[in-house]
Structures are given as structure tokens and as C-alpha cells.
């Protein structure tokens, strides 16, 4: 037998190395697996009437039943879920409440220049909003207004936040820190680190499962009906009288006005869909950190940690001490189908642990506890897009493209005011008057997200560098990162 290279024998000790980490790992989101789940409330038997249907129980259904009963106690809301509140992106994320309603302060200036300073006050707002209605229905989520630090692994990246802190200095947008590698390796330790550009207010780390499931209960106690296992089949005008009805497995349901927060899942206004397609991303969780090894690594901060490349990771301690860590890949199914058999990928898993270790060598020896995945409804825009149909008796948003904890809030003011029909300041904004390009058709779809894919990896392997293909997308208005 030949004797493989030293190199290669190393690189295959890691790989090992990596994958003896995974094997006590249980394929189910960390937040998701607890204890105090709540129990799963009955589904609708027969028909119902209301003044506001929600068609979901993830974070934008959840926001948009409980500030409805906020505005008009008096209001008759029923929301459904078609699995269990919670259960989806708003149970498998990251748990970073962002700020930012723009996906980061640079997309935002981007794309709406002339309101940058308005959808920055906005988000601000929106972020103490939600800490205020943590505190004041009891949602026991671990919220922490830690901050984050973008993180730059390779030289380029450091001029690159470089150019990011002076850009929001010359559109006067203060909070933010620009570190070098010694003040950012201070915060947490990585021999990777060499740069960070930090906000020290605009992020809150949170339980993002057990913020859903106390909106839940919030919700409940505000006295909105809320049926699980019913998934909203069919929208249709009601055959007499100014109503919508929605059709469910084992009944219908009339409203004078309803608000979609379906997301990734195909909307009951067919024309949307062509504005989102399901991108799968993957976490893995550590177990529970020692003493000595959270003193190995620093980060007493707790803040919410991410890399600035393309292909880029995502990173924060939980409240038991252990480190989530996800992102790299992202994986778009062909023809856009959400299904189950995506939600687990091993070779991702692997991939992220092997950059685990990269990052953190002096945890050698940590093992993984939860691994898994989840669709991120991903627009050309890659923040939320706003709309009504049927006359303005229907309302939705989407599109938050894997920064919706903070944004689906502002989202659930932004529906109400539309079926209100009231002119307010959200309303009047561009970004929520505008729409992003949809997608187009399969195979076109599959061999642009490909090509595209390829193209960001390659940047982030030839120093930032961006090929004559992600230039064009740049120029259109569609400048991906993963």
C-alpha cells in the first residue's frame, strides 16, 4: 500500500478528529430540545370567524397576533400553525436579535441610501421594543444585550471592516468599534483572529425557541386563539360578504383581514412565491464548557461573534456555556422544494466541526452535543420585502433571509399597518413600498444559485477578489454572500 503524504495524513487526523466530536451528537436543534417545551395546542375542528387570521406560528405570526391585541384588545384574532409554534427557523436559529432591518448596515446603504438614518432609528426602536415586551410579559429567553464583532480572519477582511467603520462614520452612524488583533483576541481568543469591527448595542443574544414559545403564551393570555397542526391550505375571497377564507384540513376559517407569516413555506398569495427560495443552513452545538476551557478562549463578553468572509460562520455562548457554531454552507435544494431530508446533512457537520477546531485549538478534545438545520427564506434583496393582496384585506412579509429574530417584529407593525390602510412611517418607507427581483424559474434558478455559489468561494480564496459574474449581480442589486 503507498504511504499517503505527510500532508495528507494530517489533514485525515483532523478530519478524524472532527468526526469522533460528532458522535454523540443528537440530530435536533439544542433550543428545540428542552424540557419545557409547551404543550401543543388542538387543531381546528370545524369553521371559525374572526376579525384577523395569522397564518403562522414562527416569529412574524406570533409578533403580528400579539401587537394586534396590543393595538384593540377588543380585536377577534386566531392564529394557525401548520406544525407547532416555534418549530421552524424561529426554533433553529442562531439566536442573534439584531438591530438592523436591512441585513447590516452596508446592504442598507446600498440599496436605500436616503433612508439609512430613518431605517436605523427604526431598527433600534424595534430591537428596545422587544427587550420591553420580554420584560413585560415574563418571557423567559435569556436575553442579554451583549453586542457583536465582525470578525476578520484574513488580511483583506481587515481592510474591509477598515472601510465599513468609515463608510457609516461619513453617513454619521456611531456605536461601532473598529479593533485590531490584539484588542479582538482579547475579547475572545483565536489564532485566526486579526481584526473586528464591534457593536456594542445593536445585537441581543437570546433563547430564540423560548422567545416563540412565550409570544406564544403571551399570545394565549392576550386571548388569541391559536390552533397547531393546521396548516392554512387555500386563501380565497368568502362567497358573500366582504371576507377572506381559509381553508384547513378539517375546516375553514373567515376573516376580515388576514396577515401571512408563511416565510420560507409557499405562500397563499401564489404571486409571491417567486420572490423567495429556501436556503438550507447547519449548526452544531458544544456540550457545556469547563472553567478551564471558557478561560482558554476568553469571550466574558458573551457577544454574538460572525466572520466576514463569504462563506462566512456564526458563533455565541448559550446560557449553560456552550458555543454554537454555524453558517459556511448553504444549500439550495433544486426547484426550491422545503422537505425534511434537507434538515440533516453529515458532510456539513463534519465541515463545520474541522473549521470548529481551526478556530479553536485549545479546545481540542470538546464534543458536539446537537446538530441540525433549518430553510432561511432567502430574497434577491436579502432583507424583508412587504405587500397586500385582495383589495388590502391581505397582508404579508418574508424574505428575511436568516436575520428575522429582531426584523419579523418591525415586519408584524409593517402588516398591521398595511391592513389598516392608515399612511404611518413605515409604511411611507421605500424599502417597505418596494419589492426585490424575484427569482427566476427552474433550471435557470439552480444554475445561477450554482454558478453564484462557486463564485463567492472563489473570492474568499483569492483575497476578496470578486469575478465578472458577482460583479454583475452587484450591479443588479443581487450581492449575495452566503
Known amino acids: 500500500m503507498t504511504e499517503a503524504p505527510p500532508a495528507d ?18 440530530p435536533v436543534s439544542y433550543w428545540l430540545d428542552d424540557p419545557g417545551r409547551p404543550a401543543v395546542r388542538p387543531a381546528l375542528a370545524g369553521d371559525e370567524r374572526c376579525d384577523l387570521l395569522v397564518v403562522g406560528g414562527g416569529y412574524s405570526g406570533l409578533w403580528t397576533a400579539l401587537i394586534a391585541k396590543e393595538r384593540d384588545p377588543e380585536w377577534d384574532v386566531v392564529l394557525i400553525e401548520g406544525r407547532e409554534a416555534g418549530w421552524a427557523a424561529s426554533g433553529r436559529n442562531g439566536g442573534f436579535c439584531a438591530a438592523s432591518l436591512t441585513h447590516g448596515l452596508g446592504n442598507g446603504i446600498a440599496r436605500w441610501p436616503g433612508e439609512i438614518h430613518r431605517l436605523e432609528e427604526l431598527g433600534a426602536r424595534n430591537l428596545d421594543a422587544i427587550e420591553e415586551a420580554v420584560g413585560r410579559y415574563g418571557i423567559d429567553c435569556d436575553f442579554e444585550r451583549t453586542g457583536s464583532i465582525d470578525i476578520a480572519t484574513e488580511p483583506y477582511q481587515v481592510e474591509e471592516l477598515a472601510q465599513a467603520y468609515e463608510e457609516a462614520r461619513r453617513y ?8 485590531d488583533g490584539a484588542a479582538v483576541r482579547a475579547e ?46 387555500e386563501l380565497a375571497p368568502a362567497r358573500s360578504g366582504p371576507r377572506m377564507a381559509v381553508r384547513t384540513p378539517y375546516g375553514r376559517i373567515f376573516a376580515q383581514h388576514v396577515a401571512l407569516g408563511t416565510n420560507v413555506f409557499p405562500s397563499l398569495v401564489k404571486r409571491v412565491r417567486p420572490y423567495t427560495v429556501p436556503v438550507y443552513d447547519y449548526a452544531l452545538t458544544t456540550e457545556p464548557l469547563t472553567d478551564e476551557q471558557l478561560a482558554a478562549i476568553g469571550w466574558r463578553g458573551r457577544q454574538g461573534l460572525g ?40 458532510e456539513t457537520y463534519l465541515r463545520l466541526a474541522e473549521h470548529f477546531f481551526q478556530y479553536f485549538p485549545q479546545l481540542e478534545g470538546v464534543r458536539f452535543s446537537h446538530a441540525w438545520g433549518g430553510a432561511i ?20 412579509a418574508a424574505g428575511y433571509t436568516g436575520l428575522g429574530v429582531g426584523a419579523t417584529r418591525f415586519g408584524a407593525e409593517v402588516m398591521l399597518d398595511l391592513l389598516s390602510g392608515r399612511r404611518t412611517e413605515r409604511t411611507e418607507l421605500e424599502m417597505v413600498r ?9 433550471p435557470v434558478a439552480w444554475a445561477g444559485i450554482g454558478i453564484t455559489k462557486w463564485s463567492l468561494a472563489r ?15 452587484d450591479r443588479l442589486g443581487l450581492g449575495f454572500d452566503s
Request: proline share 6%; net charge positive; with cysteine.
Open 9 to 26: 495524513r494530517g489533514d485525515r487526523a483532523a478530519t478524524a478528529r472532527a468526526a469522533r466530536s460528532l458522535a454523540d451528537a443528537r
Open 172 to 179: 454619521g452612524i456611531g456605536g461601532l468599534e473598529l479593533l
Open 188 to 233: 475572545v481568543d483565536s489564532p485566526l483572529f486579526l481584526g473586528g469591527l464591534r457593536d456594542r448595542n445593536g445585537t441581543a443574544m437570546l433563547h430564540p425557541a423560548k422567545l416563540a414559545w412565550g409570544l406564544k403564551r403571551a399570545c394565549l393570555e392576550a386571548g388569541v386563539r391559536i390552533y397547531e397542526n393546521t396548516p392554512g391550505l
Open 307 to 346: 466572520d466576514s468572509a463569504n462563506q462566512f460562520h456564526y458563533f455565541r455562548l448559550t446560557a449553560d456555556h456552550r458555543i454554537l457554531w454555524g453558517g459556511y454552507d448553504a444549500i439550495y435544494p433544486y426547484g426550491g422544494r422545503v422537505s425534511a431530508e434537507m434538515d440533516h446533512r453529515p
Open 377 to 396: 427564506d432567502t430574497c434577491s434583496r436579502f432583507s424583508a420585502f412587504y405587500g397586500t393582496a385582495h383589495g388590502g384585506r391581505v397582508a404579508y
Open 434 to 442: 418596494t419589492k426585490p427581483l424575484p427569482f427566476p424559474p427552474e
Open 459 to 473: 473570492a474568499d480564496a483569492r483575497g476578496g477578489r470578486r469575478n465578472l459574474w458577482l460583479r454583475a449581480m
